[in-house]
Every structure is written in structure tokens, then in C-alpha cells.
């Protein structure tokens, strides 16, 4: 991978105009073809869980409905309590947003002068929504390892917020906490999106959380309710108000408040997290044993790094199987699959032998 720095060779956009401002003219992620979804395939290439959620939860939602008539003044503020009572942190350190768009979106309106910092590759909606709003920021490479350099943690400046995820999508590498706290000292914010913590068998850095912190957490993967698109925002008290004076008037639906709530009671995710990663070693192994590299992976998904990568996705998709050609990363000669049920995995892994070497 080409070596860039801040100080250097990084890529830099911003307000202040750019060629390629007009490709995001739109929200790429309602409009990428990757994002199509097909009934008949197994999916594998979203990171969706295979899992549906407790009966406990759909009756929740079911009860919600008798009550849609009504603005759900004070049940949010009471649910959040249990949010926070559940993860441990302050009162009042935590906002609900509709995924990680919303909640960078609204660290970008708190801090709409700061020079934004990206490290590649990673999600792709990162960088939309720094281009949707025109803020200024940079996009720096990852070394061969999918590790930060030193150097280029080096070239930060307090006028940063960088912007990591750990787990990070599609490499499935982690932050490690030495690097994180390098990162914290040399820059001015971070944002922390930890949407793939619970599969990492790794800390969480919610206990850290403090001005200079955001943290983010999913309801999309180990919870399974990618279909709520629901998040948890974790940061210091006085700008976690700032955020939830900015947002809209009852922000969340009653259904989706009664959800939350029966997730705070019966937290059923360790156990889906414990299904998935077994699931992981094993496909890990099994697609290690037909000569593909897989690295290590902490998330729901593994990385397949092959020069015949995309042959091997056109492969997996005539035989009903779907996944990530990670070129939309910017990441070459690689795939992304993402762990499913036992059943599915045994199929992918069937499909996957009959490639032709």
C-alpha cells in the first residue's frame, strides 16, 4: 500500500472545493450497487446477524403498537437511563442516533471547524458524510498490517478529530489501546466507532469516555436489529446535551424505545457473539485449509485476500452465496465475508472448494 502522511502525500479535502465533491453529491450508501440485496442468495456480504431477536423483544415491539398514538414524552430520557445503567457510564453521557451517519453527523456540527482524519481502509460512510457536510479532512493509509504509523500519529495537531473504528470494517483489525492512547494525546478528539466490540473478546473503551471522546456503539450486529438502524453515542455529559438539543423533537419511535428497553432486561448478545465467533475460528480454518488467506479477524466477518478475488466473489455469487468485493474500500484483491449460521457457513465453505485453483 502507497505510503502517504498528513504532512505529506495524504489525500485533503474540504470546504474550500474539490473535484471530486460531486460524486457525493448524493448518500452513496442508498445508491451503491453493492447494497443490493438478493432473496433467493445467501447474504453474506453485509454484516448483518443471522440471528432473529429474542421472542422476548418482538413482544415488546408488538406491545409498543397500542401505544403509537402517543408522543413518547419521558419514556426516552427513562430508557437512555437504562442504556446507561447497562454500559456503566455517567448520566447523561449517551444520545440515540439512527446509526453511525447521525452520530458523526452530529460530532461534525459541534466541531464543524476541525480538521477531520481518516485512515484507509475503513467504512466508507465515514468519509460520505465528511463530504456531505464540506468539512475539511484527510485520508491517510493504513501500513501493510491495517496499523496505524507512528509517523503519522506524529503529524497530528490539536485541531484534529480523528475518526477509527475498532474492530474497523472490512480488515477486522483492532485499535490496540497503546496506539489508541498515542492517538488520544497527539490530536484534539476522538470519534471510536465500536459497533464490532462485542466479538473482539477485547475491552471496551466506554470507561475512557470524557471531552476529548466519543464512543459508538451498534444495535445493527450483535444486537440483530440491523432493520431498526438504531445507535448508542456515548460521550462527556455537556456535549452529549449539545447533541440531543440538536436533534429532532421525540427522535426515536416508541417501538424502538420499548425494543431498547427489552434489550437493557434480557441481553441476550453475549450469547450471539459467543455463536459468531466459533462460527469465525472455524470458517477461518476451514478457508485456510483450501490455501486462501484469511487474516485475523476480531469482527463478524473475515478478510480474504486473494489476487483472484473478485473471480472468487463471481464464484460464491453464481452458487447463491453473496459477498463483499471489497474494492469499494479502496481495497483491492481482497473479500469481505461475513459470518453466518452454521448452514450457512457449511455452504459457503462447500462453494469455496470447488473454486479452481
Known sequence: MER?????????????????????????????PFLARDGAKVNLGLNESPYSIPDSVKRAAIAALDRLNEYP????????????RRYGVAAGSVAFTRGVDEALDRVIELYPRMRYVLFRPTFIGYEARLRLAGVDHVVVPYDESFRIREGDVASFRKSDLVVLASPNNPTGAMVDRATLERVRAACGKVFLDEAY???????????????????????????????????????????????????????????????????MERPYMAEYAARTVKERRRVTEAIRGTGLHVGDSHANFVLLRSPRAAAIVRHLDERGIVVMDTSVFGLADHARITIGTPAQNDLLLAALRTFPG
Open 4 to 32: 502517504a502522511t498528513i504532512g505529506s502525500a495524504a489525500r485533503r479535502t474540504g470546504a474550500c472545493g474539490s473535484g471530486m465533491a460531486a460524486t457525493f453529491a448524493h448518500n452513496i450508501m442508498l445508491t451503491g
Open 73 to 84: 414524552l419521558g419514556h426516552q430520557e427513562r430508557v437512555m437511563e437504562a442504556v446507561e
Open 197 to 263: 466490540i462485542d466479538f473482539a473478546g477485547a475491552p471496551s473503551s466506554l470507561g475512557d469516555v470524557d471531552g476529548e471522546l466519543f464512543v459508538f456503539r451498534s444495535l445493527s450486529k450483535v444486537f440483530a436489529l440491523a432493520g431498526q438502524r438504531l445507535g448508542f453515542l456515548f460521550g462527556a455529559p455537556g456535549a452529549i446535551a449539545e447533541i440531543r438539543n440538536r436533534q429532532w423533537f421525540c427522535n426515536v419511535d416508541r417501538v424502538s424505545l420499548d425494543v431498547v428497553a427489552a434489550i
